[in-house]
């Protein structure tokens, strides 16, 4: 079993960039598909970035693509999410999820098994 730990958010003025980490213990990510949700207070949690298993394939949502990346080190078993030009609506809780790697990257929250706990990040005007 796969635990994932959140770091790197934190509070940065709008245009500023981040970047988190997702980093796993009991197990290397080497076999799983990871991605990145946000949630809002008051909102639905949305699909942000998802890589597959060797990090050949991505895909990231309409709302973030062109400032939004995500990348992995399979050596250090941790996927990133590189945020830039950061806007105060991407204030939110992220948090990453994983699940055995797939024949397609999966943005349904319901179809990841693993999940962090989750890191604020918090963009002020």
């Known amino acids: 079993q796969v635990q994932l730990v959140e770091s790197g958010g934190g509070l940065v003025q709008a245009g500023g960039s981040l970047r988190l980490s997702c980093a796993a213990s009991?197990?290397?990510?080497?076999?799983?598909?990871v991605a990145w949700f946000r949630q809002a207070p008051g909102k639905e949690r949305d699909f942000v970035a998802a890589?597959?298993?060797?990090?050949?394939?991505?895909n990231t949502a309409d709302s973030v693509k062109g400032r939004i990346t995500v990348s992995r080190d399979s050596a250090k078993s941790t996927v990133y999410l590189h945020m830039n030009s950061l806007i105060p609506e991407d204030t939110a809780v992220y948090c990453c999820?994983?699940?055995?790697?797939?024949?397609?990257?999966?943005?349904?929250?319901?179809?990841?098994?693993?999940w962090g706990q989750g890191t604020q990040v918090t963009v002020s005007s």
């Open positions: 009991g197990s290397t990510l080497s076999t799983y598909d």
């Open positions: 999820a994983a699940v055995d790697w797939g024949v397609r990257l999966r943005e349904k929250s319901g179809e990841y098994r693993y």
């Open positions: 890589i597959n298993w060797s990090g050949g394939i991505t």
